[in-house]
């Protein structure tokens, strides 16, 4: 069984604080990793991806990759009171499209 | 960016009876699109995956008599839930990726639709 593991949380940051979610998955081989972010009652939306071992940021986030750790994270920097929403790891499985998704991390960002 | 079109956003529909829902890609080709549901407070879980010009592909545990997809063009998919009962009340949501070649593979990006909220009575 191919899992990824996200800490359902909720993960309470101030506003204006660093806020750090982690995913770790089980299969050796996958690809590409994401992180979408959803908000009560809408769809998944993409906050970015990564595929290589490091760091990759865009704006306010940075996704970090460690494929020997089997660990994948996502920091929010300058936490916004709208970050406030659930925090989903999606990991592509190697040779598929297939894309499986993590439980989600609920994140509360206080004002 | 790519677009994904997804319709009805709610539907209500009593216990026995069949419900439609279609997905679009608007901007793009869709060879392949995926059926997820969702659960309160539950992540996404795969149902099936649809191929444009054959049969999809169900995730262990999925009826596949109970859930039909159809995948005639590529832009469009559709699910239909057969014989509905309450317990298969849930948000419904599809997504899609450009066809192979466009885009890298490994780093293909799922575009989701706005999903489906479906109550069955």
């Known amino acids: 069984q191919k899992e990824v593991e996200q800490n359902s949380g909720p993960l309470s940051v101030p506003e204006g604080a660093i806020a750090s979610l982690n995913c770790t998955y089980s299969?050796?081989?996958?690809?590409?990793f994401f992180w979408y972010r959803q908000y009560s009652g809408k769809s998944p939306e993409l906050i970015m991806f990564i595929y290589s071992n490091g760091d990759k940021e865009d704006g306010r986030f940075t996704a970090q990759l460690n494929k020997a750790s089997q660990y994948v994270s996502l920091l929010i920097r300058d936490s916004q009171p709208s970050d406030s929403a659930t925090y989903l790891c999606?990991?592509?499985?190697?040779?598929?499209?297939?894309?499986?998704f993590g439980t989600g991390t609920r994140l509360k960002v206080l004002a | 960016g790519a677009v994904v079109s997804q319709h009805p956003s709610w539907v209500i529909c009593k216990s026995g009876t069949s419900v439609k829902i279609e997905c679009r890609s608007l901007d793009f080709q869709a060879t392949t699109m995926f059926w997820y549901r969702q659960f309160p407070k539950q992540s996404l879980m795969l149902m099936a995956t649809?191929?444009?010009?054959?049969?999809?592909?169900?995730e262990q545990g999925v009826e596949k008599d109970k859930f039909l997809i159809n995948h005639a063009s590529l832009t469009l998919s559709t699910l239909t839930v057969t014989s509905a009962h309450p317990e298969d009340s849930s948000f419904y949501i599809c997504s899609a990726i450009r066809s192979a070649g466009i885009v890298k593979r490994g780093a293909n990006v799922l575009t989701f639709g706005a999903g489906s909220r479906l109550t069955v009575l």
């Open positions: 999606a990991v592509n499985m190697a040779g598929t499209y297939k894309y499986i």
């Open positions: 649809s191929n444009e010009g054959s049969k999809a592909t169900y």
């Open positions: 299969d050796r081989g996958s690809q590409s």
